[in-house]
């Protein structure tokens, strides 16, 4: 039941991100800041959390903060909400919400290299259920790449087409929007697994969302201020109440989605948790034709079939695996950071 539980519930998260992916876009067409929104967008996932992480998770908390704990919630809190969150939304605003979505999908192969890199991932040559996650994991970053290069601004919508036929700038800006969700990527890929590892020894899902989100924010806006001298949303076509509506339903949904991935990982370990990512590039490519009218090309739902492919192989091998692993899963302790990766 819990294993149900655990894929339903990511699958709904990425149909919900895929969809508050497309709401982002046209907020940042109309002119508002992405800091700005960074900001916003993790004080109320702070304030709306907190709540739940005093009722549920006071007992949890450590009487001190030792300097690791502390290091890792500003490693987290700058990579997860001010680096990544920030990189995500210049690459929205620079490309479309269907590449936005697919750049993600290279996260499994860096986060399973990490993983493995870092001991927190089993990597047994001789085993074919490695050579099986291997394989999907390859496949998950053949469709993301199919996607990502394929989508291109020609074949996205009409608008952006005749944008890039009028000279390279809109082809310049493409490629450094997608230069940002690689970098993106890669930054998500390391919060990821330092998220495993910290809930070993802080082991408070809500409290953890609760202090990175607030710390994220004020990191996010001491940027904005340092950068350009002053806190401001930007030359928004949107009133100012329409824009605090949708920070608050934006910060609120989130918190959720991010607070039960949290737990996910927790559970299951950062390689599976990020296997349901190319769901969110599907819905995404969906929502973007129903809304945004932006074509999707024979390219895009070949790059979706191929991660869709990867994703079954690798779910299938980590639960032949866990199974296999039974055994040896008994005999590690509590403390160990291979049980949530194996588990």
Known sequence: MEEVLIVSGLVGIQVVFAFYLVILNRVLALGVHPLFVVVSVNLANSLFLLPFAVALERKKWPRTLNPVLMIQFVSIALGGVTVFQSLLLLGVEKTSPAI??????????????IAVCLRLEKMEIRCKFTWTKILGTLLCLSGAIAMSFLQTPATTSPDLASQVSSGDIAEREWIIGCGYLLASVVVVSCTTVLQAVTMQSFMAPFSLCVVTSLMGAIFTAMVQIIVEGKMEIGSSAISPTGIIGIVILGGSVSSVCI??????????????VSMFSPVQTVFSAIFSALILRQLIGIGSITGMFLMFAGLYMVLWAKKKEIYDDADDNEKLSVNDVEKPLLS
């Open 259 to 272: 607070t039960y991935q949290t737990w996910c990982i927790k559970k299951k370990g950062p390689v599976l």
């Open 100 to 113: 936005a979505s697919a750049m993600p999908n290279l996260s499994p192969g860096f986060i399973f290299i």
